[in-house]
């Protein structure tokens, strides 16, 4: 039986750059017996954490702001790996993405201890530079202290425009990751 995956989008562009690595990881993954569930977070009214520490009471609904992440939670609860998607903004992740991903603080405090749920991940960026440093250091550090396994990262510098990553290499890579993510 395949994995259970999360692809958190946090593009602002449903067809863009960061979206056809999304497509790419998925098309392997799938093609490898995985099921996959894509959230579009720009599409989602997902609001910003309040830093109330008062989630976790329900575990359906963990969170005390009622909005977009109901959807996202039971997927989340449920996967076996998370993939963060993004383009590269101010040399870190989008807005959105790190909106959504602290919201799943509330599912930690489902736990007595506040534990984060044990995951894999995986990283996919697209940007007009290459300036990717901050995002990793982000990312490496969140898997270290969710205790979080990396699978792996597709990072594609040098795109722009929508359609700009047609022809690159990248694009291969990430069908290449989602593929090879073990049973």
Known sequence: MGKKIVILNGSPRSMGNT???VEQFSKGAEAAG?????????????HPCLGCCQGGKDPESPCVQKDGMKAIYPAYREADLVVLASPLYYWTVSGQLKCAFDRL?????????????????VLL???????FEESVYWYERLAEHLGWTDRGRVLCGGVMDVGDIQGRKELEEA????QSIGI
């Open 175 to 178: 069908f290449q990751l989602g």
């Open 105 to 121: 603080f509330a599912v930690a405090e489902c736990n007595a201890n506040l534990e984060n749920p044990k995951k894999e991940c």
């Open 125 to 131: 960026m697209a940007a007009e530079g290459h300036g």
């Open 19 to 21: 979206a056809a690595l």
């Open 34 to 46: 995985h099921q996959t569930v894509r959230f579009d977070l720009q599409k989602m009214d997902i």
